[in-house]
């Protein structure tokens, strides 16, 4: 029987992908784990809440569908999520939040290692059921084929102890501090990881530190992980005041080749793992799209413009108006298909994030003999 969950990397030929949808999708809630704020705008704003209006969902469905499209003529199976009423609250014992995110963005929840597909922890409390419209995709492939694995990393409390809430207000020369000790708005008592702090380079998985990832959840991952034959690398990028997902950062184009942010470099001593093993470190160049002119309720940064989607080790899906990073690929060897995406940034990311990979071609490799 032919596997159902296969993926070891970034980069290997694409088969089935999960592409994220906007359906129902709400503004992310203010939390401890989350301050977000309405650009541009001035001081004390507030951020808006429940149902996002229908027109900006139906924006980011429209390029969301060219996505599957331009994946389905190149020959990938594209799922969906199930539909998801992201406007209920989230109430447990220990917290509330009036209303959830959004399902754009599989890519934070949801990571295939091999055969093994792991749930992440999530680190907001807006996020906490995220993994409920991928569950019947999930009962789906481990039903079909016996070799698939199944793990939903353990759910944190996320009780204000586990928040510095405080974070948010940081004086500068505080934040600098605390940065490079990597201390962010996330405490290191509990087990707190997103799936897209992940980068899988065959054998050898890299953790970026951040806000939405701690060392217990690296740390959780490698107890995991590593007696099945993988190594888990924790990356830290110094320069990064707000870390959070690592495929805005450092992005694995094909075996020796990362693209890099040339904002946020990886520490000197990480570095070495990579360069004496021969890979190299290519810087992205600078988005079309400064910080200000992003979408207005968007809450990522400028470097959205390298969250590419590899549909194998010489294709890359680009946002179309990124033309110095396309001819930049194009340089390196790759074919480049731009499609538009901008609606989709101010559901949390890009190609990258908005979609899960669930099937490649290929094995796992040791890239880092
Ligand atoms: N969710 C990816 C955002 C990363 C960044 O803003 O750089």
Known sequence: MAAQVNSWNEWDRLEEIVVG?????????????????IRNAAPG????????????????????????????????????PEPHDYSKPVRTPEFSVDNQYCGVCPRDVMITIGSEIIEATMSRRGRFFEYEPYRKLVYEYWNAD????????????????????????WP???????????????TQDEVIFDAADMSRFGRDIMVQESMTTNRQGIQWLKRHLEPQGLRVHPL????????????????PLRPGLVLTNPDRPLSDGEEKLFLTNDWELVEAPEPTTGNDEMPTYC?????????????SP??????????PL?????????????????????????????TWDVRRTGDREDYFP
Not at 21 to 37: F, K, L, Q, R, V
Not at 172 to 186: G, N, P, T, V
Not at 236 to 251: K, N
Not at 332 to 349: Q, T
Request: with cysteine; net charge negative.
């Open 45 to 80: 704003t507030a951020f808006p809440t429940g149902r996002k209006p229908q027109e900006a969902i139906d924006a980011a469905n429209a390029e969301l569908a060219g996505l599957v499209a331009l994946l389905e003529s190149q020959g990938v199976r594209v799922r969906r």
């Open 299 to 311: 809450q990522s940064s400028k470097w959205l413009s390298m969250n590419v989607l590899s549909i």
């Open 146 to 169: 016996p070799a698939v694995r199944w793990t939903t990393a353990p759910k944190p409390s996320m009780t204000d102890e586990m928040y510095r809430e405080g974070f948010w207000d």
């Open 236 to 251: 830290h990028f110094p320069l990064d005041y707000f870390p959070s997902h690592i495929d805005c950062t450092f992005v």
């Open 326 to 354: 396309h001819d930049m690929l194009d340089k390196l060897g790759f074919e480049v298909f731009p499609i538009p995406f901008r609606n989709v940034f101010e559901y949390g990311g890009s190609l990258h994030c908005a």
């Open 314 to 323: 010489t294709k890359v899906i680009a946002e179309e108006r990124e033309k």
């Open 172 to 186: 500068l020369e505080k934040r600098h501090a605390e940065m490079h000790s990597f201390e962010f708005c996330i």
């Open 21 to 37: 949808s906007a359906d129902d999708a709400c503004y992310e809630p203010t939390e401890p784990g989350n301050h977000p704020h």
